[in-house]
Nanobody, 117 residues
Framework: QVRLVESGGGLVQAGGSLRLSCVAS????????MGWYRQAPGKQRELVAT???????NYADSVKGRFTISRDNAKNTIYLQMNSLKPEDTDVYYC???????????WGQGTQVTVSL
């Protein structure tokens, strides 16, 4: 079992920045992919960014150039630096861990990000 705890969400004005963190604990397998997804009420959860344990990164087109994902493998933690935030970035942001050897996925509880005009 893997537990994910997100933090860093909040309210920010458009153009501002936030940094999300996600700490994984439990049965962590060294080969894995972690990432951030977001979901608005009534909409499907969508990918924001992912990063593998080897450092391969993938971003959604909507956040390229504004968001940066990173990870600290020693701390089993990933981060999402969000700059130039827009009102349309308002969502609940979820952390996801995918175990490398069998692709079992775990989700965090989510953290709210609200961007005001």
């Amino acid at each position: 079992q893997v537990r994910l705890v997100e933090s860093g969400g909040g309210l920010v004005q458009a153009g501002g920045s936030l940094r999300l963190s996600c700490v994984a604990s439990g049965s962590i397998f060294s080969i894995n992919t972690m990432g951030w997804y977001r979901q608005a009420p009534g909409k499907q959860r969508e990918l924001v960014a992912t990063i593998t344990s080897a450092g391969t990164i993938n971003y959604a087109d909507s956040v390229k150039g504004r968001f940066t994902i990173s990870r600290d493998n020693a701390k089993n933690t990933i981060y999402l630096q969000m700059n130039s935030l827009k009102p349309e970035d308002t969502d609940v942001y979820y952390c996801k861990y995918v175990r490398g050897w069998d692709s079992t996925a775990y989700w965090g509880q989510g953290t709210q990000v609200t961007v005001s005009l």
